[in-house]
């Protein structure tokens, strides 16, 4: 039917106004630091991964840690999580692959942890 065409497809949250509110610090860390000046300020995408899993205060990565496992709850098992980012976060970063888009978003994560774990000693 007409109607079931027109409904949208996806996570319902991904909408970059509700994301901002459902995640504020995930939202303001890839803003920050997946914009489209990522390869002029960091180098490469590694290096603005690496500066991001660094900023802030350790109770702040907690936080974002915390809203970065909501969100992956929210896509679950998507097979293609670029049109969410997109949509979600409007990151710049242009991935020609999915697996490319998982990974980055794989990476943020463990390098928080990482960060996390190498101040305080011990698993989160």
Same mark, same amino acid.
């Given at each position: 039917?007409?109607? !079931?065409?027109?409904?949208? =497809?996806?996570?319902?949250?991904?909408?970059?106004? /509700?994301?901002? $509110? +459902?995640w504020? #610090?995930?939202?303001?860390?890839?803003?920050?630091?997946f914009?489209?000046?990522?390869?002029?300020?960091?180098? !490469?995408?590694?290096?603005? =991964?690496?500066?991001?899993?660094?900023?802030?205060a /350790?109770?702040? $990565? +907690?936080?974002? #840690?915390?809203?970065?496992?909501?969100?992956?709850?929210?896509?679950?098992?998507?097979?293609?999580?670029?049109?969410?980012?997109?949509k979600?976060?409007?990151?710049?970063?242009?991935?020609?692959?999915?697996?490319?888009? +998982?990974?980055?978003?794989?990476?943020?994560?463990?390098?928080?942890?990482?960060?996390?774990?190498?101040?305080?000693?011990?698993?989160?």
């Amino acid at each position: 039917s007409l109607e !079931s065409e027109l409904r949208p =497809v996806g996570n319902p949250f991904c909408q970059h106004g /509700l994301a901002q $509110r +459902r995640w504020p #610090l995930l939202s303001n860390l890839i803003g920050c630091y997946f914009n489209e000046d990522f390869d002029i300020l960091y180098g !490469s995408l590694g290096g603005a =991964v690496a500066a991001a899993a660094q900023d802030g205060a /350790l109770d702040h $990565r +907690r936080a974002i #840690l915390k809203e970065w496992r909501d969100w992956n709850s929210s896509v679950g098992a998507a097979s293609d999580l670029r049109p969410e980012l997109k949509k979600c976060f409007s990151i710049a970063v242009r991935f020609s692959k999915p697996e490319e888009a +998982r990974h980055l978003m794989d990476d943020i994560y463990d390098s928080l942890m990482e960060g996390i774990r190498g101040e305080t000693h011990r698993d989160i």
